[in-house]
C-alpha cells in the first residue's frame, strides 16, 4: 500500500493504492503440484486519488477518483494423442467485478450570503463471466484449430450534474436550493457463445437501457422563536424511460422544540420516491 498527501502551492494531493498478491505467491506451488499444467488465483485492487486546488479566496476545485476490480481465474493446457492425431487444448474460466467512480466538485462563494457548489460525476460497475476453450489438432494431413467461448455480462454506468445553492439572507433562515440530473445506462444482462465454426453463436438478453432521472429542491430553516426551530422543504423528482415519465412531488416538514437545556420535542412529516429499485 502507497499513500501520501504531495502539496505544491495552492494544490494537495492524495494517492493511495493496494493490491493482493496471494496468486503470485501461490502460482509456483500450483504449478509445481500440476505439473505446470494448471494456474488458479483471485486478487482485487484498489485506486484512490484525490486533488483539491485553491483557484483564489472564492473559488475551490475538487477532484476525486476511485477504481477497484476483483478477479478469480483459472487456466489449465495439456494435451493427448488418439489415432497418430495430437490435440493440445487450452481452458481458461474467469470472473471479474469492479467499481469506477470519480466526482469533480467547484465550490464558488458568490457573495457573504450566497455559496454554490458545482458537482459533476461518473460511475460505472461491470460484473464479467467469461469461460475460453481452444484445442489445436495436428497429425498427418491434419491441422486445424477449434475456439469457443462463453460471456455473461452486466453493467450500469451513470452520468450525472447537479448544482446545490446556499442563501443566508439573515440569521433566522438558511436556504438551500438545486437542481440535478442523472443519465443512467443499464445492462441488465447478456450471455453469449461463439465458436470458429459459427454454428452454435448465440446471444441472449435484455438489450441495453437508457434513462433519465432528474430532480429540483428547495427548503428552508427557520428559527422562529428561541425555544422554536422548523424547516420546511419541497422536493421534486422525475424518471423517464421507455418512453413512460413518472413523477413525484415530496413535502417536507420537520419542527423542533426546547422544552429546557436539557429536553426537546421533535415532530417531521416526510414523503419521498425512489425510481430505481432492484435490477436482476
Known sequence: TVEGPIKKDKT????SGRRTYLDLLARPIIK???SGEENIGYYFYDLN????H???DKNRLYLSVYSGDDKAYSKFNNFYVNNNERTDYNEEFGLKWGNFISALRWNNVINSRLFSNYTFTYSRYNFDLFSNYE???????????NKYSERYFSGIRDWAAKVDFEFIPNPDHYIRFGTSAILHK???GVYASKSTSGDDDLELG????SSTEYAAYVEDDINITTRLKTNLGLHYSGFLTDGQH???LQPRIAARYLVNSSTSLKASFVTMAQFIHLLT
Open 246 to 248: 413518472y413523477n413525484s
Open 12 to 15: 494537495s494531493f492524495i494517492l
Open 54 to 56: 485553491i483557484i483564489n
Open 135 to 145: 484445442e489445436k489438432i495436428t497429425g498427418p494431413g491434419t491441422n486445424e484449430t
Open 49 to 52: 486519488g484525490k486533488v483539491n
Open 186 to 188: 443499464f445492462s441488465p
Open 206 to 209: 435484455a438489450e441495453e437501457l
Open 32 to 34: 509445481a503440484a500440476t
